[in-house]
């Protein structure tokens, strides 16, 4: 998330996490400053996630000593010595898009708290609004497996009834425009999720 009315409607909407892109050079990319503003809006009980990428150790650094977010996700190619090294709980993202990405590579990552299964491919970044083929997703990782890569509103419930992922994560689905996200595509993604869940 990019704007502040954003991080405080899907507050208002229940949602789990708000992410914040610390990718530089990429379109929903955040400064220091702008990330710590968004992080100081998230109540407790809600989890801040920092996306970042191969990111050097001193960028690294900063967003943990500036942002404080409760999780870290690695979207590159960071191995799990890297990831666990900063004592934060983490999420890594699994680049699905290449066919020899499965359950091997996700058992790398005893100590991730959960995987995001993206749609992209190794060295890609993600938030590209194109799904993989779920076919792919692996039966014996589900607790801890975060579904991600072109979820919308539309696709959310199937997502759910055929994989029951114990979490979604959505960027391009719900934007008006990079970055900007849609309040009405916001409040149908959590209608639809609510009424997969409930059936
Ligand atoms: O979203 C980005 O711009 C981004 C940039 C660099 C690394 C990762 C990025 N996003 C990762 C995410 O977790 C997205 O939410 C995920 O790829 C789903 O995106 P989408 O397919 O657009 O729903």
Same mark, same amino acid.
């Given at each position: 998330?990019?704007?502040?009315? &954003? ?6 909407? %229940?949602?789990?996490?708000? %992410?914040?892109?610390? #990718?530089? %050079?990429? /379109?929903?990319?955040?400064?220091? *400053? ?8 998230? /109540?407790?009980? +809600?989890? $801040? #996630?920092? @996306?970042?990428? &191969?990111?050097?150790? *001193?960028?690294?650094?900063? +967003? ?5 977010? *409760? ?5 590159? =190619?960071?191995?799990?010595? =890297? $990831?666990? &090294?900063? =004592? $934060? ?13 499965? @359950?091997?590579?996700? =058992? ?13 491919? #190794?060295?890609?970044?993600? %938030? ?13 990782? !589900? ?25 979604? &994560? ?7 425009? /990079? ?14 999720? !609510? ?5």
């Amino acid at each position: 998330m990019r704007r502040a009315e &954003d991080v405080d409607r899907a507050v208002a909407l %229940g949602v789990d996490a708000i %992410g914040l892109i610390m #990718v530089p %050079g990429t /379109p929903r990319a955040l400064s220091l *400053d702008q990330a710590a503003q968004l992080r100081a809006r998230v /109540p407790a009980l +809600v989890s $801040c #996630v920092a @996306l970042v990428m &191969d990111a050097d150790r *001193d960028w690294l650094r900063a +967003v943990l000593d500036q942002v404080r977010p *409760d999780l870290l996700q690695f979207h590159g =190619q960071e191995s799990e010595a =890297q $990831c666990a &090294d900063w =004592q $934060c709980p983490y999420l890594k993202a699994i680049p699905m898009a290449d066919p020899e990405v499965g @359950l091997e590579w996700m =058992q790398r990552y005893p100590s991730a708290r959960g995987l995001v299964l993206d749609a992209h491919g #190794v060295g890609e970044t993600g %938030g590209l609004g194109r799904a993989f083929d779920w076919r792919r997703v692996p039966r014996s990782e !589900r607790h801890r497996l975060i579904l991600a890569g072109g979820i919308t509103p539309a696709s959310v419930g199937v997502a759910i009834a055929e994989l029951r992922p114990f979490a979604l &994560d959505v960027s391009s689905g719900i934007e008006s425009a /990079p970055g900007e996200k849609s309040a009405e595509l916001m409040s149908r993604f959590v209608e639809a999720v !609510r009424s997969a869940d409930a059936a």
